[in-house]
């Protein structure tokens, strides 16, 4: 076995971590950054690449906002297996995506290691034992996912076995604290973003919108931005998106069916052609000069 791998990379602490502990152990890494319709969680994709470039180690970036990748994505979100989080967030299913995604990239560059910075217990419904242990399977990756910050707690993987990787430098770091993650920084003496939880899938508050996009099938590469800001109703089986301030107006104005900004009135973009006039009603009832009973008649459509 070739001392290579491939590092699933968000740029976080923890897979900061085990590009050190693997880097230590002598492996060429190969990191794998996830751009993600609906955000990754830690870090963004500028500072994993200067992480990546300090560290000397290659990046490849695998894009999931656009084309096969995206309706892939969007498959998983509609039909998640291992059901969801507080959110819509199916975390397990995502994640398997992900692993599946890197073990085919893996075996295209005839590498057999993956590795991944999940710690144990620390996040409540993709990182305990039996969810990595489905991940692991369900992704076809038993006995090539080393999780080197909680390798001592898990089944030894074939690298191990083998020799490859020295199980005696691995770590056994469970749960939520970070206090050990942090020792071990100072060890390697990496800088590390703070942890932000960037994924939309998991807020509650959109739950309802995320639902209803992806059962009428509202959601393209072309319209993703759209569901990101905003203000959204669903009126007669059509979505409209109402402008907040004068970035979303920019952002709305680029697409189709839209009615333009204009003097305090918001842009508004509605996906059926024939409710352009419930759109400029939409747009009424947000402009500034409105009065919150124009906004009444909208509330129960808000998603
Ligand atoms: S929080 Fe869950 S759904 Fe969101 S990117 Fe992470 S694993 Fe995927």
């Not at 489905?134 to 996912?145: M, W």
Request: aromatic share 8%; proline share 3%; hydrophobic share 35%.
């Amino acid at each position: 076995m070739e001392k290579k791998c491939i590092l699933m990379f968000s740029g976080g602490l923890d897979s900061r971590l085990a590009l050190k502990i693997m880097q230590e152990q002598g492996f060429e890494i190969i990191s794998l950054f996830f751009r993600l319709p609906f955000g990754e969680g830690c870090c963004n994709e500028n500072c994993s690449f200067n992480f990546s470039q300090l560290e000397g180690v290659k990046l490849k970036i695998i894009d999931c906002t656009k084309g096969e990748l995206l309706k892939e994505y969007l498959e998983v979100l509609k039909h998640p297996k291992f059901g969801r989080g507080a959110g819509i967030n199916p975390c397990i299913d995502c994640r398997i995506f992900m692993f599946r995604k890197a073990k085919e990239f893996a075996d295209e560059q005839g590498v057999e290691l993956i590795v991944s910075g999940e710690v144990l217990g620390e996040r409540p419904m993709s990182q305990h034992k039996k969810a990595m242990s489905i991940v692991e399977e369900e992704s076809g990756l038993k006995g090539r996912l080393l999780r080197p910050l909680s390798a001592k707690l898990l089944p030894e993987t074939n690298a191990e076995k083998k020799g490859f990787v020295a199980r005696d430098k691995l770590y056994d770091i469970r749960g939520r604290r970070r206090t050990k993650q942090i020792e071990l920084a100072e060890k390697f003496n990496i800088s590390y973003p703070n942890p932000a939880g960037g994924c939309l899938l998991c807020e509650k508050a959109l739950k309802k919108r995320f639902l209803v996009l992806l059962k009428y099938d509202l959601i393209n590469e072309e319209a993703l931005e759209l569901t990101k800001i905003g203000r959204h109703f669903f009126i007669d089986e059509c979505w409209f998106v109402v402008a907040r301030n004068e970035n979303e107006c920019k952002i709305i104005e680029k697409h189709e069916n839209v009615i333009i900004s204009d003097k305090g009135k918001p842009a508004v973009y509605y996906h059926c052609k024939d409710k352009e006039q419930v759109a400029k009603e939409l747009q009424e009832a947000y402009s500034k000069e409105s009065s919150p009973g124009l906004r009444k008649k909208f509330s129960k459509f808000i998603l």
